[in-house]
């Protein structure tokens, strides 16, 4: 099993529609939660980063950490085109490397 | 401009060759990272300087050598090229204390013949 778990997807989903975004993990130990959106052929772009449980937003983004059910999320309002891209998940504790989930290909249609 | 930049963008080359990968930060950053992504995305730290010193070696074989002459360059170099090598190899930097704000440079595909 791996540390993180994320749907690869895709998903697609009408423009203007509220996009869900998901990652499990087993790492209790894990203490910081990051988003990155990545374009085809571009480097991953960290979208937001959250510490310990609760939520975080950020324009059309909100982070949700669930630490009790080791559980993650990202929505997206109102998504545009513009966001199809790979989300990928990240997470850490404090000094350690970076473990990512293996991405979520979203595409928005217009 | 560009934060982190890595060269060649591309790379195509044969089975068994030697190749390297060279890496610039100008953010000031003083941790710098190699990361390979495989065909279906999954990204996986291979190596982590910080201020020129080796501080994460995951389980790599041993053909792939980081080399980082100061803090803002790290270069990958690789022995003996296989076909199992071709991937995405990404380089990132962060402030050591601050590795929740990586950056990512634009990546190098790598693919071996």
């Known amino acids: 099993q791996k540390e993180v778990e994320q749907d690869p997807g895709p998903l697609s989903v009408p423009e203007g529609a509220i996009v869900s975004l998901n990652c499990t993990y087993s790492n209790s130990a894990f203490q910081y939660f990051m988003w990155y959106r990545q374009y085809s052929r571009k480097g991953p772009e960290l979208l937001m980063y959250?510490?310990?449980?609760g939520n975080k937003e950020d324009g059309r983004f909100t982070a949700q950490v669930d630490k009790s059910s080791k559980y993650i999320s990202l929505f997206i309002r109102d998504s545009q085109p513009s966001d199809s891209a790979t989300y990928l998940c990240a997470m850490t504790r404090y000094g350690n490397k970076l473990v990512f989930g293996a991405g979520t290909i979203l595409r928005v249609k217009s | 401009d560009t934060a982190v930049s890595q060269t060649p963008k591309y790379l195509v080359t044969q089975m068994g060759n030697d190749k390297s990968i060279k890496c610039e930060q100008n953010l000031g950053h003083d941790t710098m990272y190699w990361y390979k992504q495989d065909s279906k995305k999954f990204l996986k730290i291979m190596f982590s300087y910080n201020n020129k010193e080796l501080i994460i070696n995951e389980t790599v074989p041993n053909r792939f050598s980081p080399k980082s002459p100061d803090k803002a360059h790290l270069n990958l170099h690789i022995n003996s090229l296989e076909l199992g090598d071709s991937a995405v190899y990404f380089c990132?930097?962060?402030?050591?204390?601050?590795?929740?704000?990586?950056?990512f440079g634009q990546g190098t595909r790598l693919t071996v013949v």
């Open positions: 990132a930097s962060s402030l050591r204390d601050r590795n929740t704000e990586a950056f």
């Open positions: 959250t510490y310990s449980s």
